[in-house]
């Protein structure tokens, strides 16, 4: 099993252009996490999707940050003008929701986004 | 805001067990305890969890004590590449699939 994949690793882009993350799920996971971490502020999460819909987008900051599942195994977390405060490694995690028992994330290795 | 509590820090010599310590007071009788551990520059790394009977896999022990305010990770026989920020969590309820994670704790395995 590949393990949840993103890409790109590392983004380095300047303040106001559009950043495109991308996460590709787990084969046969129904469930889709996006998390953000700085040193500041920890491991937050954004947002999350349960059979492509999303079910809790509070964490999301602000408008900038959109999240989209295409299909049932890829999302995309897009910010729309980035600022150097979204500089973060953000992560994306997959699960098989089941029950409360058996529900487990695998995170992805995480995209390091520097915005200058 | 999380709802567990961990010492910040904690070292291990390589090769003995390793003890890590959480409390959850307030978890309610149909929270689960979840492990995670991230090493440097790493995603999160899915560990071990329990409901109230404790729980072993080939990573990890999970001992929740009876009246399931605190537990304990055990790391049987650590290793240098065990060193990482331990989490504790306690799963949100209500249907929700949101792991909070706090502050965690850094967990040094010396030679």
Same mark, same amino acid.
């Given at each position: 099993?590949?393990?949840?994949?993103?890409?790109?690793?590392?983004?380095?882009?300047?303040?106001?252009?559009?950043?495109?993350?991308?996460?590709?799920?787990?084969?046969?996971?129904?469930?889709?996490?996006?998390?953000?971490?700085?040193?500041?502020?920890?491991?937050?999460?954004?947002?999350?999707?349960?059979?492509?819909?999303?079910?809790?987008?509070?964490?999301?900051?602000?408008?900038? =940050?959109? +999240?989209?599942?295409?299909?049932? %195994?890829? #999302? @995309?977390?897009?910010?729309?003008?980035?600022?150097?405060?979204?500089?973060?490694?953000? =992560?994306? +995690?997959?699960?098989?929701?089941? %029950?409360? #028992? @058996?529900?487990?994330?695998?995170?992805?290795?995480?995209?390091?986004?520097?915005?200058? | 805001?999380?709802?567990?509590?961990?010492?910040?820090?904690?070292?291990?010599?390589?090769?003995?067990?390793?003890?890590?310590?959480?409390?959850?007071?307030?978890?309610?009788?149909?929270?689960?305890?979840?492990?995670?551990?991230?090493?440097?520059?790493?995603?999160?790394?899915?560990?071990?969890?329990?409901?109230?009977?404790?729980?072993?896999?080939?990573?990890?022990?999970?001992?929740?004590?009876?009246?399931?305010?605190?537990?304990?990770?055990?790391?049987?026989?650590?290793?240098?590449?065990?060193?990482?920020?331990?989490?504790?969590?306690?799963?949100?309820?209500?249907?929700?699939?949101?792991?909070?994670?706090?502050?965690?704790?850094?967990?040094?395995?010396?030679?």
């Amino acid at each position: 099993d590949a393990g949840v994949i993103q890409s790109p690793r590392h983004e380095v882009t300047e303040m106001g252009q559009e950043v495109t993350l991308r996460c590709k799920l787990i084969s046969g996971h129904n469930s889709l996490f996006w998390y953000r971490q700085t040193m500041m502020r920890g491991l937050e999460l954004l947002i999350y999707f349960n059979n492509n819909v999303p079910i809790d987008d509070s964490g999301m900051p602000e408008d900038r =940050f959109s +999240a989209k599942m295409p299909n049932a %195994s890829f #999302s @995309t977390l897009k910010i729309q003008p980035s600022e150097p405060r979204d500089s973060a490694v953000y =992560f994306c +995690a997959s699960s098989l929701w089941q %029950s409360p #028992s @058996t529900d487990t994330q695998y995170f992805g290795p995480g995209t390091r986004l520097t915005v200058l | 805001d999380a709802k567990t509590t961990q010492p910040p820090s904690m070292d291990c010599a390589e090769g003995r067990a390793a003890n890590l310590p959480c409390n959850h007071s307030t978890i309610s009788g149909n929270e689960y305890v979840y492990w995670y551990r991230q090493i440097h520059s790493q995603g999160p790394q899915y560990i071990i969890h329990g409901l109230k009977n404790n729980e072993t896999n080939e990573m990890a022990s999970l001992i929740i004590t009876e009246d399931r305010k605190s537990s304990t990770l055990i790391l049987p026989h650590a290793t240098l590449r065990d060193t990482a920020v331990y989490y504790c969590i306690v799963r949100v309820t209500g249907g929700s699939e949101k792991l909070v994670f706090g502050k965690g704790m850094k967990l040094t395995v010396n030679p």
